[in-house]
């Protein structure tokens, strides 16, 4: 059996990934770990088809295996995974985001996909100064359904575009119509100098969190970020 762990939802599907290692080696399973992007099919091979020394069962750890870039060397590995011939141990796989519909389509491939709540979105899209009450009971919305550091690292990600929008459109030339439209009028609600000041506040909390520079949780020092946006 191989399965997947993708989506949007990093923080979720990371975590369901680790809580199924975490799992197999309760049960005393041998574990072999590889990194996706540096991972060749003779390295694989082996690994699946080797007999374990101490006669355990054994399973198979990835990390960014589908959404390394392109090369040959990763469609054979592809190849590999989904041929409905090979007699493998179980395969754990864990992708940074959500992976194309073809891979998505092998019989044998079970894929447990974490999506991000409409109410993230939501919250992200209707944020704008001046509005604390609002965008505090959109931020407690999302809470209901996302993890606070989920909602975090997207807001991070919103400011940092919504900078780009302001500064140097051409920067999301790539993205959507809708979406890059919905940016741009977004970003008029803001000056320059604000987003950048606002995007330094992120970046501050997310140091204070990570050094326990604070007696707040995550979801209070949001609320406060909110609450002077």
Known sequence: M???YAGENIVLSRKAFLDEVESLKNKKVELIYFEGKRLTLSELILATEAKSLFKQDKAIVIENLLSSLKSKEKDKIIKYLA???????EVLIWEPKEIGKSMAQNKNWQIKLFK?????????DQLKPGSAAKNITNFHQCLKSEPAEMVFSMLIRQFRLLILAKDNESYLSKMAPWQKSKLLLQAKLFSLQDLKNNYRRLLEIDFRQKTSGTPFDLSSELDLFLSDL
């Open 116 to 124: 991000l709540s409409s109410f993230l979105f939501n919250f992200l």
């Open 83 to 89: 041929s409905e011939n090979q007699d493998l141990p």
């Open 2 to 4: 191989i399965k997947i």
